[in-house]
Nanobody, 120 residues
Framework: QVQLAESGGGLVQAGDSLNLSCAAT????????LGWFRQVSGMEREWIAS????????YYADSVRGRFTLSRDNAKNAAYLHLNDLKPEDTAVYFC?????????????WGQGTQVTVSS
């Protein structure tokens, strides 16, 4: 069973960058699509990006395309999300999760989330 843990969030200013990490435990991490989501308190969780099991396929929501970049290192059981040109509306708790399909459905094994706060 794969378990995930996000890290790398913080308080930044508009225009700054952050690197989020998603660390996995378990032997099968390399078999799964990895998705990133974010959630603002009181609102539904929003899918923002998916990376295929190999790392070749990458799929972004319109709200982050061109600013956020996905990567993964299966040898390290880790995935990353580089957040560039951050905006106040990017403020949210960011989560990673895995899926058996591409670009992802029925995500599971959610991490605890990492808070990203962008000040104007």
């Amino acid at each position: 069973q794969v378990q995930l843990a996000e890290s790398g969030g913080g308080l930044v200013q508009a225009g700054d960058s952050l690197n989020l990490s998603c660390a996995a435990t378990g032997r099968r991490f390399h078999e799964y699509t990895l998705g990133w989501f974010r959630q603002v308190s009181g609102m539904e969780r929003e899918w923002i990006a998916s990376i295929s099991y190999s790392g070749v396929g990458k799929y972004y929501a319109d709200s982050v395309r061109g600013r956020f970049t996905l990567s993964r290192d299966n040898a390290k059981n880790a995935a990353y999300l580089h957040l560039n040109d951050l905006k106040p509306e990017d403020t949210a708790v960011y989560f990673c999760a895995i899926s058996n399909s591409w670009p992802g459905a029925e995500f599971h094994s959610w991490g605890q989330g990492t808070q990203v706060t962008v000040s104007s």
